[in-house]
């Protein structure tokens, strides 16, 4: 057989090769089913949230990807037709940047090649460098569909965008507005507000007088002032507002002001909205260029007046100041207020500042025409808007989420949302299907399955047409997702097997960043368009069958030893490659699950990697232990049964006791494990798995299964065969337990346990253990406890009185009858597992009665107590001279650390830890003195 691993663990060496092996076998691949299928059981479906095509795989991906690798294969392990679909996303903004940045690189721009070219150029640098994600998710062996992969730019997934907007725009849901969004000066597009970062940052606050506009049209002696962090947004004010009740400013009403430096005579309005409290009461309007103000100005029909341009400068609106970039604006506009006597003050001021979250540069609100979806109305012929569909799908429990807190942010979230901006001024991306006509100015939105562009307006008739510049937000298309990639738009009569199959998939696991962004935009989509489409009966689609997902798991954020959040800045980014090449796949995925828990975020430390490639490496050692006894049994004519391989372990009522024992943690293990997987407590059952694979099986059943094994004698040959037997079973099981954390040492042994013959093309398509109630031995479990009990207790013992490691030792034991009956059943695995010789087991009426035994030094472990009777031979004189050097050996120790703990100087520039470790070692020693020095007492006189 060929069991001859390499005498090391070196996860470089299988984790590649196997790696490969998975995807070019197309294991994880599941067809477009046909009828055949239909009774194989409850499918399992996944989406992979998609990468920017962009992207390099990091901690957050590492982790996500963990869990859901996880997750598939312990599903596809327990027998559901498994489904995990990968793909990646065209990332309008971030892909767009980099090829810029390429471009500039080359003294070139987008705007000297054009949009087509431009195009043209990034679909080229796609099919060079986009998608390396996808390439370090293969090496990461992550069990999903490659055949299905998909790119959100892809043609069928394009129609599927276009379908979409044209539905949205028919049942009149899609409106162009003037709007005041999130402008990215840089990337020169609007952007949404959950990709504005806000950041603290020292600033000013400026007080203008605005003097008041008298009758006779000159200025009066009278101003109000107010107050701004903007000041060059006040070349487009059209107003200034107060409090209708405060009473500063009851005279003015109805009064005008001249605003400065544009001599624009303004009026004073008043609205509730105004705070009296802050400032000076009075607030300067500038509808085109503050949200608040935009909806003030909405509210008293004042004019809205944009003065900058796509870059930031000032456009002409602003007078003089046209041309400058917004901050030499600033500059000047401040000199001549000044000038003019009409800087009433500056402050110092913290402002809250929006960035860009791609580019980093400071957003200006700015009014811009844009796209919009309604997400609250209702369209014709539905009883509901998108966002109710989608609230509604959470609050009937048609969606669960865990953490169960997720639900609130969520609903809270819906509860509030605002119309869906889903235009961007980009380049890269979804063109929007709309027409503008230069004639009679109306759009039109021609149906998708006319193939060809449109040649003419759908109202006037005229040829002027050109297509709408802008491209359609990214997540238009990723919330698309899970109807797109089953064939929606097309779900026809025949091509309707995978919507059939796998819609609503099963599980969605993302992280909290884009629970907004992502998840509820996939949930108000998915609801909208999936209930257009029929069940397989013909029936309507009921709420339950619309929604995109059943359950959603949000995981946590992989932050640094110390709890840091990993940044570039602070520069404790963990590169997961890194870590894999230095520790193997496994131990990385192994850490992170041990750390997986719901709500809870994960402090990754290496030291913990190192330890779980230490578990890897106890399990290859443990099989190399195994097929060497299974060889030598071979070669004495000894076989292993391997009948009930693949099975859930069982064992005889007469079989011995660590049989019987083992089998049982087997089968506790794997219910803990399945229902902890369930919960998606990935803590719990790794940490299971890990006690029993390293703590049962390692430690305890293996050391005894050793003393079953007998090749030479006839009369144990049975035992042998049938400890072997059992060996062999309970570590196959183990495998299949510990595979979905660990899949390529596990598929390695696995094949290795089947000699290279195994019964399927891996260990990922066997079926993961489950426990079976009947063959859980709870006796045996307790009868083990006694001997885990005595046998640590009589190894510390004999240490204690230090016995050399090889001596057999006579231990005397008391314990009540039941418990001498278990001990003293096979006394042989004490004996040898404690090196005992010979074992004495009493009761304890006994111990206190015999004076043989009442003088023995006992330990009491409950109530079974133990003692190792053991007399140290010593050679006095050679006795009393070590002692006398430790004692030596010992003050001088003591003086030493006594001195420096009373020098102010040490005490002053030493780390508090140090001074506590010297403080904690000057104790020890003084202890280890004391007793030598009693000992050296006890000694008898020379
Ligand atoms: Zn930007
Ligand atoms: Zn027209």
Known sequence: MPHDLPKAYDPTAIEDRWASYWVSEKLFDQPTPSKDDAGKGDPFVILLPPP???????????????????????????????????????????????????????????????????????????RHYGGAILDQMKRLGVSVDWSREYFTMDENLSVAV???????????????????????????????????????????????????????????????????????????????????????????????????????????????????????????????????????????????????????????EGGVYAGLDRYVARKKIVADLETQGLLAGVKDHINNVGHCDRCKTVVEPRLSTQWFVAVNKKAEGRGASMAGLAIAAVKEGHIRFTPEMYTKTYLNWMANIYDWCISRQLWWGHRIPAWHCATCGKITVPRPNTSADPTHCAHCK?????????????????????????????????????????????????GFDILFFWVARMIMLGCWFSADVKMPDGSERPPGASVPFREVYIHALVRDANREKMSKTKGNVIDPIEIVKKYGTDAVRFTLASMASPG????????RTEGYRAFANKIWNAARFIFMNVDKAAEAGIT????????????????????????????????????????????????????????????????????????????????????????????ETSLRLLSPFMPFITEELWHAVYGGNPPAESIALARYPNANSETLKVEAVIEMQNIQQVVPAVRARRKDLGVPEKDSVPVVIAAAAPVLAILGKDPEII???????????????????????????????????????????????????????????????????????????????????????????LAENLLLLKKAREALDALPPE
């Open 162 to 316: 276009r379908e979409a907007f044209v539905r949205l725009y028919e049942q009149g849901l899609i409106y162009r507005g003037a709007y005041i969004v999130n402008w990215c000066p840089r990337c020169q597009t609007a952007i949404s507000d959950l990709e504005v970062v806000h950041e603290e940052q020292k600033g000013h606050l400026w007080e203008i007088r605005y003097p008041v506009f008298s009758d006779d049209r000159t200025d009066s002696d009278e101003f109000i002032t107010v107050a701004t962090t903007r000041p060059e947004t006040m070349l487009g004010d059209t107003a200034v507002a107060v409090h209708p009740a405060d009473e500063r400013y009851l005279h003015l009403h109805g009064k005008k002001l001249r605003l400065p430096l544009m001599n624009r005579i303004i009026p004073v309005i008043t609205d509730e909205w105004v705070s009296r409290e802050f400032g000076t009461g009075a607030v300067k309007v500038t509808p085109a260029h503050d949200p608040n103000d935009f909806a003030l100005g909405k509210r008293h029909h004042l004019p809205e007046i944009n003065v900058m341009d796509e870059t930031a400068r000032i456009n002409g």
């Open 462 to 510: 005229s040829e002027k047409i050109t297509q709408e510049t802008d491209v359609l937000d990214t997540w238009f298309s990723s919330g698309l997702l899970p109807v797109s990639v089953f064939g929606w738009p097309n779900v026809g009569a025949t091509n309707r097997a995978d919507f059939d199959a796998f819609y609503p998939t099963s599980l969605l696991v993302t």
């Open 640 to 731: 292993v049964d391997r009948s009930a391989l693949g099975s859930m372990p069982n064992a005889a009522n007469d079989a011995p006791l660590e049989a019987r024992w083992i089998v049982a943690e087997l089968h506790s293990a794997a219910a803990t494990v399945n229902q902890s997987l369930e919960e998606y407590r990935f803590d719990e059952a790794a940490s299971i798995i890990y006690q029993f694979f390293w703590g049962s099986f390692c430690d305890w059943y293996l050391e005894i299964v050793k003393l079953r094994l007998d090749f030479s004698d006839t009369a144990g040959r049975s035992v042998t065969k049938s400890a072997l037997t059992t060996l062999v079973q309970v570590f």
């Open 600 to 607: 809870t975020d994960i402090a990754f430390n290496v030291a």
């Open 52 to 126: 920017n095509v962009t992207g390099r795989l990091h901690m957050g991906h590492m982790l996500n990807q963990t869990e859901m690798d996880i997750l598939t294969r312990w599903r596809r392990m327990s027998g559901r037709r498994a489904l995990w679909l990968p793909g990646t996303d065209h990332a309008g903004i971030a892909t767009q940047m980099m090829v810029e940045r390429q471009l500039d690189g080359e003294g070139t721009s987008r705007q000297k090649l054009g949009r087509e070219a431009f195009e043209a150029r990034v679909w080229e640098w796609k």
């Open 831 to 921: 004996e040898k597992l404690a090196k005992v010789g010979p074992l004495d087991l009493i009761t304890l009426q006994d111990r206190s009665h015999e004076p043989k035994y009442a003088k023995l030094a006992w330990q009491a472990l409950g109530n079974t107590e133990i003692a190792v009777v053991y007399e140290k031979p010593i050679d006095v004189a050679a006795e009393r001279e070590r002692l006398k050097k430790e004692t030596a050996r010992l003050e001088k120790l003591v003086a030493n650390d006594e001195r420096q703990l009373d020098d102010e100087a040490f005490l002053g520039k030493a780390p508090a830890p140090i001074v506590e470790g010297k403080r904690r070692q």
